[in-house]
């Protein structure tokens, strides 16, 4: 059955599709681990149902082609999709652009194998690489016996041979290195060496909490360390709506990276996607027979026909306000350069009457401009 295309809002910024949140690593810091306990392993570790190719290239094909604002495929790693087998059928299925977020699970040769030929489909026109490669320097030093970096430097380089433009200038190369800028990770003068006139390497900033200090500017009080350092002892009731479209191993389209990737640790997407499917999908009709008892519902499924972007766009009660995901509430420039051109500050979703105790009001931590979020 064809599904009715989307209409998508002008202000929306992401299109985010996580095919899996297995991964090949189990790094002590990981961004899909809400609270940082260290043991990704222990959260995402079984084998997981995932929405089959046909499926996702069924529901993606609802998105209007944009040149300017690809499909983001993420995991967890999403080179081990179905097997790792699964990206070059998806790819092949769709007219759209892709952005890939990897580690490089894969060397070069079966990487270009699976893709099936479709490697235009992660070349476009950008300020930036598409194919973004993740380092992660704990896991990949042990896993490559201390030539971690290099490993990597040289699996990208290698992508030259199956099609992909490599540069060091980031514009001009279509993958490049990344590494989050955690206390703990250190650009070495060996590290520089290694992909200095060969690949784009870059730092992220780093959000979140370490050693008790808060990293990143956020322009919401309190949204992503409010228990983290302990200056609550439980989260606050807000109102929330994103500007991305969020969408898990199975289709279903959640609020924020927080409701994702805690609901999924819960495994009731996991349990109630087989009777989802008994149901055609249709997600809207049966919301509250699926997750009756939960707050950590989907809004949609990307397969459910009566799925709108109007789902996005409306505020919903939230009661998990101080445990917020650094990359929702961090203030960035949204793909309209709207910081850099408009000074205008873009955060992934939009807050607003917080319920803040007023002791609150008076941290140090706390400034006046931030007043206009709370409920009065």
């Known amino acids: 059955m064809t599904l009715p295309p989307l209409v998508l809002p002008p202000a929306l910024n ?15 810091y990981c961004i899909n681990d809400p609270d940082q306990t260290g043991d990704r392993r222990a959260l995402f570790h079984e084998p997981r149902t995932a929405l089959p190719p046909e499926d996702w290239v069924r529901g993606l094909a609802r998105i ?22 699964g990206l070059g059928e998806i790819l092949a299925g769709l007219p759209h652009y892709f952005d890939l977020l990897t580690n490089l699970a894969l060397k070069p040769e079966k990487f270009a194998r699976i893709l099936n030929g479709q490697q235009a489909k992660l070349q476009r026109d950008a300020p930036y690489p598409s194919i973004r490669v993740s380092y992660h320097p704990e896991e990949m030093e042990r896993t490559w016996h201390g030539r971690g970096f290099e490993e990597l ?21 279509d993958v490049g290195i990344y590494m989050v800028a955690h206390p703990d990770n250190v650009v070495t003068p060996r590290m520089v060496a290694a992909y200095q006139g060969r690949v784009p390497f870059e730092t992220k900033e780093f959000l979140g909490v370490a050693n008790n200090q808060l990293f990143g500017t956020y322009l919401y009080p309190f949204s992503t ?78 397969l459910d026909p009566n799925f709108t972007m109007d789902a996005l766009r409306e505020f919903r009660p939230c009661s998990y306000y101080g445990r917020c995901i650094g990359c929702d509430t961090k203030v960035k420039n949204n793909r309209f350069q709207s910081l850099y051109d408009q000074n205008i500050p873009h955060t992934s979703v939009e807050i607003r009457n917080i319920q803040m105790p007023q002791e609150l009001l008076s941290h140090p931590d706390f400034l006046p401009h931030q007043r206009a979020y709370i409920k009065k």
């Open 14 to 28: 992401y299109i985010a599709v996580f095919l899996t949140l297995d991964c090949n690593l189990n790094c002590s």
């Open 64 to 85: 209007p082609f944009s040149a300017d604002l690809p499909i983001t495929l993420q995991g967890g790693e999403p080179m081990l999709y179905w097997g790792s087998k």
């Open 153 to 173: 430097v040289d699996r990208c380089a290698a992508l030259a041979d199956f099609g992909f433009r490599v540069s060091p200038i980031k514009a001009e190369s």
């Open 225 to 302: 360390d409010l228990i983290a350092r302990n200056i609550y002892p439980r989260t606050l009731e807000c109102e929330c709506r994103t500007s991305e479209l969020l969408l898990d191993p199975l289709g279903f389209v959640w609020r924020c990276h927080f409701y994702l990737y805690e609901a999924w640790k819960t495994k009731r997407p996991q349990e109630e996607f087989a009777a989802l499917q008994r149901l055609d999908y249709l997600y809207q009709d049966n919301i509250d027979k699926l997750f009756p008892d939960t707050r950590l519902k989907p809004v949609g499924h990307i």
